[in-house]
């Protein structure tokens, strides 16, 4: 299942990093907290998004991003 498949990438990210929502009708959510001033964690992150979302598009879904960035 490809829920697993994005679950398994964001433990391997070693980071806060979770996975929730209304998965029973194929949605769900990821909150991922990392140092953006931290290129090698940033580009570790940024791959894990983008695979995230070529699975959803290949799939025929969507993908729709908000974002919180913290004041430091």
Do not use: Q, W
């Amino acid at each position: 299942m490809k829920i697993e498949l994005s679950k398994r990438d964001l433990d391997d990210l070693h980071i806060f990093a979770s996975l929730c929502g209304h998965i029973g009708d194929g949605n769900f959510h990821t909150f991922i907290m990392y140092d953006r001033k931290n290129p090698e964690e940033r580009g570790r992150v940024e791959t894990v998004v983008h695979t995230m979302v070529k699975r959803a598009l290949e799939m025929e879904g969507s993908c729709t991003v908000s974002t919180t960035l913290s004041a430091s």
